[in-house]
């Protein structure tokens, strides 16, 4: 071959390996990790720049910077049972039935995990299940089973494994990475694998693992301005926002007094904080296995929590409402070779959108009459741009018997303005401009040159409802399981 006649075969070459020269995406993976935590806020990771200056998180800060951060991602229902089944179902709560912690699931919802057995996958299912009852029977889709009954406990659980219970010692967080790394290990190598690990923290009641108990406890605690702020705050709010500042679920009344759960918010977010070190380490050990064991490079790990958790802010704790850190969960995926390290993906994505997306990379999709109200992201993983991702998304919350201080709530969010809709309560409802006012803290819907604005986002939150049957949604009998409050919170 002469000079002239390699320059050709030379270019072709250049632009083969310029992908891998400057980082872009390549093949893309095959096994997938769901982590999920529950109740941890979208801005509770080191690497965050809202985080809390003492928090440490390694194992998320690793995800980040190798992989990429979804920095705005958001639950559609704020609530356990509701947000775990939009997961598995790619629904809206009113579509998919489990509205509240107490409610199942409508007879025949299919889980995405059945259409990726269908697909060749061997699939493991570890940890929180909490949907619509306190059960931990095996549920369809899953190969391996481990799971515990409704919120579960942090130290020595009796764990449902395929069917059967018993009681086993250790660090509930600790076992459940423990039995998800188990079964990798001695999985079928000639077929993919979808694990599912659902961890019960961060949820109250707060409990670290004895190694991490107060690792925080002379750190400099945070309060949020909405919090100190009383009047400015307060001064545009609904009632029932004031109100529950004194409730189960409000600052100055916080649980209760219950002797179980934290006495002020700084032990609230102490024992938070050291709690979710234990989610963090399941993190980095789970990276850890991947490149040890020379998957990393064909495994796509996705880490959410299931809701937010409100510390403080307009004097709340919990979940539930329609505000920023409620609605607002972390994400992060790492793919080494597929996810451009360090990137950042701004697109609002949503808890409805993992089912399509794993669906999407395993070539399968939920059976026809299955109605998906989510997308596939994984283009947004592999680097694409989609030209017409959404930009706005509604959200609901629907009034429960056991917590009655929140009331039925319709949020639609657009990229600048949310505009929050209170049912069944004679009360104020809200506009919020987030890129002036991320906090929340200046409600507009009074403002005389909003009203234009007030009234379009109105409508287009009730057309999008009503297009979808999504006010349908009847009063439901309380339930025994609904009075048992260390069951649902």
Not at 190 to 195: G, I, S, W
Not at 422 to 444: A, I, R, S, T
């Amino acid at each position: 071959m002469n000079k002239i006649s390699k320059i050709p075969y030379l270019l072709a070459l250049i632009l083969f390996l310029l992908p891998t020269v400057y980082g872009q995406a390549q093949d893309q993976p095959t096994n997938v990790i769901f982590i999920l935590s529950d109740d941890h806020r979208y801005d509770y990771m080191g690497f965050h720049p809202e985080s809390p200056d003492f928090l440490k998180t390694p194992g998320m800060d690793r995800m980040a910077r190798e992989g990429a951060h979804l920095a705005n991602a958001f639950v559609t229902t704020s609530l356990c049972s509701p947000s775990r089944a939009s997961i598995l179902t790619g629904q809206y709560a009113f579509r998919h039935g489990a509205v509240d912690n107490a409610n199942p699931m409508i007879e025949g919802t299919q889980f995405f995990p059945e259409q990726l057995q269908n697909q060749g996958y061997q699939t493991g299912y570890f940890g929180k299940w909490h949907i619509g009852n306190a059960h931990d029977d095996p549920k369809p889709g899953f190969d391996r089973w481990v799971s515990f009954r409704g919120q579960g406990v942090y130290n020595n659980p009796t764990l449902n494994i395929d069917g059967e219970r018993r009681k086993v010692e250790g660090y509930t967080t600790d076992l459940l990475t423990d039995f998800t790394l188990d079964w990798i290990e001695n999985r079928d190598q000639d077929k993919p694998f979808f694990a599912y690990l659902s961890h019960k923290a961060v949820h109250a009641e707060f409990y670290p693992a004895e190694r991490h108990n107060e690792k925080y406890a002379d750190a400099e605690i945070p309060k949020p301005q909405s919090m100190k702020n009383i009047e400015s705050n307060y001064a545009g709010k609904p009632d029932w926002v004031r109100e529950q500042r004194y409730s189960w679920h409000g600052v100055d009344h916080m649980y209760h007094g219950r002797a179980d759960h934290p006495q002020n918010l700084d032990e609230i977010i102490t024992e938070y904080s050291e709690t979710l070190m234990g989610v963090d380490e399941s993190i980095s050990r789970v990276l850890d296995y991947l490149e040890k064991e020379g998957l990393a490079e064909n495994t796509l790990v996705i880490y959410m929590g299931d809701n937010g958790f409100m510390l403080g802010e307009h004097g709340l704790i919990d979940k539930r409402q329609a505000y920023e850190e409620s609605m607002r969960v972390p994400m992060l995926a790492w793919a080494p070779g597929y996810i451009e390290a360090g990137s950042t993906i701004d697109q609002n994505v949503l808890n409805i959108d993992i089912a399509p997306t794993f669906l999407d990379l395993a070539s399968g999709s939920m059976p026809e009459g299955h109605t998906v109200d989510g997308r596939s992201f994984l283009p947004l993983l592999g680097g694409e741009d989609i030209d017409d991702w959404r930009s706005s998304f509604v959200y609901q919350y629907f009034w429960e018997h056991a917590f009655p201080h929140t009331p039925t709530t319709y949020a639609i969010r657009e990229d600048r303005y949310k505009y929050i809709y209170y049912h069944g309560v004679w009360d104020k409802n809200e506009l919020y401009d987030l890129q002036n006012d991320p906090k929340e803290m200046h409600n507009l819907i009074d403002v005389p040159a909003q009203q234009q604005r007030v009234k379009r986002m109105r409508e287009e939150l009730f057309d999008i409802l009503e297009t979808n049957q999504a006010t349908d949604v009847k009063f439901r009998r309380p339930s025994d399981y609904q009075a048992d409050e260390k069951l649902i919170e």
